[in-house]
Structure formats: structure tokens, C-alpha cells
């Protein structure tokens, strides 16, 4: 319900705006809104400077109402609500104001602090500064100059001089989208002319079960699991180093994969002929579990919502790694010296030497254990439905393009040419 007060501080243009930058369906924006009136109670109440969202949501979180994706939703509601409201404050002045308030350094730092507030990916943070500074680099202008066209001729000098992948160009546009939507306010409204990266259609590098095998024993430690522990279940690099003591379900020989690609959970298989390796490893992680608790140190990074929600969770050993990293390290978002998992670099080298040492000339990596298993899975006659749910994908096209390198010969088909006499 939507008070008086609240319908009419919010403005009018609120819901257009919304709307117009796509950030939530039309049957949504009553929900959405219902954030926005709760906070606005919430500052009326306080008479105070502006609520901080963050602070607003951790309220939320601990008056235990709320489900995590509830607050979630209501923290990005806030955020989006306090730009346009930084926007109509705009409105009408100088073009110029930037200029004249922040440098391109300042617009830089804006940008990163935006993507944490939305709860971006390190990963992604990573791969969006560095577009931007890219992009600063190539259009050597003051942020005021930038238009529209200097983003369209950047795409097209990616697409002809640098001659990039079609993903690669993809990539760059959405980390220049969130910049031009959300730190210069200014709308992409239309691209054409611009020169579109062509898209190549490869298939994935797979390696047969006796080449995986042959790798496999090149490796040793807890390594040679977390690879076993990819191609036989299927995860990506990233899924399998988060994987937390939790996530594991020894009865049903199953794992829950937790905020996979695309923020989606999913079942994937556990191996049966890794259960005692993964029980030493979970009994190898116990004892550094036990150090740091004994040492004091700071428990596991956790969601945002779950730490302001469950003070102690991140100490708790149903949330600690799998595959904690031997070293202490600094959390790049609090500056807080916490354990956190193997670094991926660690595996992805100890994989390349493998491969190298096993004489295998295909240019495998770890995700292509991934491929692997998908196409085992193919060859042996498993649904394709299934396959998709495995592996999490959205869009079951995706994952037909393992059907494409699957042996020919799984069907018994015999080549013309072997029956010649």
C-alpha cells in the first residue's frame, strides 16, 4: 500500500524511466514501487540525510520479514530510485556539469563503485573496467564530448581494425552500456552504421575419454580431483572452486551448484569414484578450518544478504570451502583478510602441463572437461533435456551443439566407402 506521503514525493516519471531502461517488466513495477514507499517511511521517519541502501537493506535483512532475494530486490530497487532522482536534479543545467565536477578518473571510480553495488562478479568488474579504459583510451575526449557516435565508431574500430570475435565485440558494448546508463545517464538509442563483428561458428575442442584419463594422470593432489570433479559432473571452473562443504550431498551422490551462470542454482552428478577422495579432502579442509577459527581470522565471504543476515554463517563449517587456498588473502571488496578458495590460475596451469606432458596436441583447458562430459554424455544416448538441466543451460540450442561433434558412429552408421570391395 502506497501512502499519501510517498505517492507524492515519488515522481511521475518514475515508472517511465523504469520502463524505459528495461530494468523490470510492466506486471512488476507495483512490487517495485512498494520498495521505494517503504523507503521513503524509512527516511521520513529518521529525518536524517539521505538512508544509505546499504544500511537500508541490512535493517531489512535483520528484521528477518524478508526472504535474501527479497532484499536483493529492494536494494537494487533503492539504487535505481536514487539515480533518477539524481537525474530530474539535473535536469536543466549545464551539459557541462560533469566536466566540471568529475574527470575521467573520477567517472572510472564511479563506475566500479556502481558495479559493486549491484553485485557484479569480481569477474565482471574486472572485464567492464577494463572495456572502459579501453574505450577512454580510444576516444581520447573529456566525458562531457562523449556521445553515441563515439561508441558506435569504437565498435566498429573493434570489429575492423582489431577484427574481434563477435563475442568479444558483445562484450564490449554491455560494459559501455552499463557506463553510458548508469554514470553518464545518456540513452543508446540508435547503433546503425555500425560495422558488426562477424560471428563464426566453431565447435567446442573435446577430448575423448582415454585422452581425459591420460591427462588425469599427469595430475596429482587436490588438483587431479578438482579436475575428476569437473568432468564428471560437468561444472565450470568457477562453480567447482565455490563450492562450499554444504553443497555436497553424499546420500544422493549429487551437488548443488549455487549461483552458477546467470545467477541460477542447479543439481549436477557427483561421481562415485570420487566420494572417498572428495570425504579426505572435506577431512583436509576441516583442519585449515579449524586453524582459522582457532587463529580468530574472519570466517568465508558470503553473499551480501546472508552476512548481514547470519552474522556468524560465515564462520560455520557447512559454509566453508571445498577448496580452501593454503594462503590468507585480502577480500577486494572490504579489504578484510579472510581464506578464500584455490585461485583458478593455479588449476588452469597445473591442467596446460598435464595436457603438454600427456602428448596430447589438441589446446585443451580446463573448461574443455566440461565439453567432454556433455558429449560422453551424448554419445552414450542420454536425453538432451537432461544434458541441458546438467549443465544449466538456458537454452537447450546450446547445448545441441554437442550433438554436432559426438562420434559419428554411436548410431553403428558404416561410410559407403569401407564397403567397397
Given at each position: 500500500?502506497?501512502?499519501?506521503?510517498?505517492?507524492?514525493?515519488?515522481?511521475?516519471?518514475?515508472?517511465?524511466f523504469l520502463?524505459?531502461?528495461?530494468?523490470f517488466?510492466?506486471?512488476?513495477?507495483?512490487?517495485?514501487?512498494?520498495?521505494?514507499?517503504?523507503?521513503?517511511s524509512?527516511?521520513?521517519?529518521?529525518?536524517?540525510?539521505?538512508?544509505?541502501?546499504?544500511?537500508f537493506?541490512?535493517?531489512?535483512?535483520?528484521?528477518?520479514?524478508?526472504?535474501?532475494?527479497?532484499?536483493?530486490?529492494?536494494?537494487?530497487?533503492i539504487?535505481i530510485?536514487?539515480?533518477?532522482?539524481k537525474?530530474?536534479?539535473?535536469?536543466?543545467?549545464?551539459?557541462?556539469?560533469?566536466s566540471?565536477?568529475?574527470?575521467w578518473?573520477?567517472?572510472?571510480?564511479?563506475?566500479?563503485r556502481?558495479?559493486?553495488?549491484?553485485?557484479k562478479?569480481?569477474?565482471?568488474?574486472?572485464?567492464?573496467?577494463r572495456?572502459?579504459?579501453?574505450?577512454?583510451?580510444?576516444?581520447?575526449?573529456?566525458?562531457?564530448q562523449?556521445?553515441?557516435d563515439?561508441?558506435?565508431?569504437y565498435?566498429?574500430h573493434?570489429?575492423?581494425?582489431?577484427?574481434?570475435?563477435?563475442?568479444?565485440?558483445?562484450?564490449?558494448?554491455?560494459?559501455?552500456?552499463?557506463?553510458?546508463?548508469?554514470?553518464?545517464?545518456k540513452?543508446?538509442?540508435?547503433?546503425?552504421?555500425?560495422?558488426?563483428?562477424?560471428?563464426?561458428?566453431?565447435?567446442?575442442?573435446v577430448l575423448?575419454?582415454?585422452?581425459?584419463?591420460?591427462v588425469?594422470?599427469?595430475?596429482t593432489?587436490?588438483?587431479?580431483?578438482?579436475a575428476?570433479?569437473?568432468?564428471?559432473?560437468?561444472?565450470?571452473?568457477n562453480?567447482?572452486?565455490?563450492l562450499?562443504?554444504?553443497?555436497?550431498?553424499?546420500?544422493r551422490?549429487s551437488?548443488?551448484?549455487?549461483s552458477?551462470?546467470?545467477?541460477?542454482?542447479?543439481?549436477?552428478?557427483?561421481?562415485?569414484?570420487?566420494?572417498?577422495k572428495?570425504?579426505?579432502?572435506?577431512?583436509?579442509?576441516?583442519i585449515?578450518?579449524?586453524?582459522d577459527?582457532?587463529?580468530?581470522?574472519?570466517g568465508?565471504?558470503l553473499?551480501?544478504?546472508?552476512?548481514?543476515?547470519?552474522?556468524?554463517?560465515?564462520?560455520?563449517?557447512?559454509w566453508?570451502?571445498?577448496?580452501?587456498s593454503?594462503k590468507?588473502?585480502v577480500?577486494?571488496?572490504?579489504?578484510?583478510?579472510r581464506?578464500?578458495?584455490?585461485?583458478?590460475?593455479?588449476?588452469?596451469?597445473?591442467?596446460k602441463?598435464a595436457v603438454?606432458?600427456?602428448?596430447?596436441?589438441?589446446?585443451?583447458?580446463?573448461h574443455t572437461?566440461?565439453h567432454?562430459?556433455a558429449?560422453?554424455?551424448?554419445?552414450?544416448g542420454?536425453?538432451?533435456?537432461t544434458?541441458?538441466?546438467?549443465?544449466?543451460?538456458?537454452?537447450?540450442s546450446?547445448?545441441?551443439?554437442?550433438t554436432h561433434?559426438?562420434?559419428?558412429?554411436?548410431?553403428?552408421?558404416k561410410?559407403?566407402?569401407?564397403s567397397?570391395?
Open positions: 500500500m502506497i501512502d499519501n506521503y510517498t505517492k507524492n514525493t515519488i515522481p511521475d516519471g518514475f515508472k517511465d520502463l524505459a531502461h528495461n530494468y517488466k510492466p506486471w512488476c513495477i507495483s512490487y517495485y514501487f512498494k520498495w521505494v514507499s517503504i523507503y521513503l524509512t527516511q521520513k521517519k529518521s529525518q536524517s540525510q539521505p538512508l544509505n541502501p546499504t544500511a537493506c541490512n535493517d531489512l535483512a535483520l528484521s528477518n520479514e524478508y526472504e535474501d532475494w527479497q532484499i536483493e530486490q529492494a536494494k537494487r530497487t539504487l530510485y536514487l539515480q533518477y532522482k537525474k530530474l536534479e539535473h535536469q536543466g543545467e549545464p551539459s557541462d556539469k560533469i566540471k565536477t568529475n574527470s578518473q573520477d567517472l572510472f571510480e564511479l563506475n566500479r556502481q558495479l559493486r553495488l549491484m553485485h562478479s569480481l569477474q565482471t568488474e574486472k572485464t567492464y573496467m572495456w572502459l579504459q579501453n574505450f577512454i583510451d580510444y576516444s581520447s575526449k573529456p566525458p562531457t562523449i556521445s553515441t563515439d561508441l558506435k565508431r565498435l566498429t573493434l570489429a575492423v581494425d582489431r577484427r574481434v570475435a563477435q563475442a568479444t565485440q558483445k562484450q564490449a558494448f554491455n560494459a559501455l552500456l552499463f557506463f553510458f546508463r548508469h554514470i553518464l545517464h540513452r543508446i538509442e540508435n547503433l546503425d552504421g555500425t560495422i558488426m563483428a562477424k560471428q563464426r561458428s566453431r565447435l567446442p575442442l575423448t575419454p582415454e585422452e581425459v584419463l591420460s588425469l594422470n599427469e595430475m593432489g587436490v588438483y587431479r580431483l578438482m575428476e570433479l569437473i568432468y564428471g559432473s560437468g561444472m565450470r571452473l562453480e567447482c572452486l565455490n562450499r562443504v554444504k553443497d555436497i550431498d553424499f546420500q551422490n551437488i548443488l551448484v549455487r552458477g551462470k546467470g545467477n541460477k542454482d542447479r543439481l549436477t552428478l557427483l561421481p562415485e569414484r570420487i566420494v572417498t572428495l570425504q579426505d579432502q572435506l577431512a583436509a579442509a576441516r585449515i578450518y579449524n586453524h577459527r582457532n587463529e580468530k581470522i574472519e568465508v565471504m553473499p551480501e544478504a546472508l552476512s548481514q543476515k547470519f552474522k556468524n554463517a560465515s564462520k560455520e563449517w557447512s566453508f570451502w571445498i577448496f580452501p593454503p590468507l588473502s577480500d577486494p571488496y572490504s579489504n578484510i583478510v581464506r578464500f578458495h584455490i585461485y583458478p590460475s593455479s588449476l588452469q596451469k597445473m591442467f602441463s603438454i606432458c600427456s602428448d596430447i596436441t589438441k589446446n585443451a583447458s580446463v572437461l566440461r567432454s562430459f558429449t560422453s554424455l551424448i554419445e552414450n542420454y536425453d538432451i533435456r544434458i541441458q538441466e546438467l549443465l544449466g543451460h538456458s537454452d537447450v546450446t547445448t545441441m551443439i554437442y561433434i559426438a562420434r559419428k558412429n554411436k548410431l553403428g552408421v561410410s559407403p566407402f569401407d567397397l570391395s
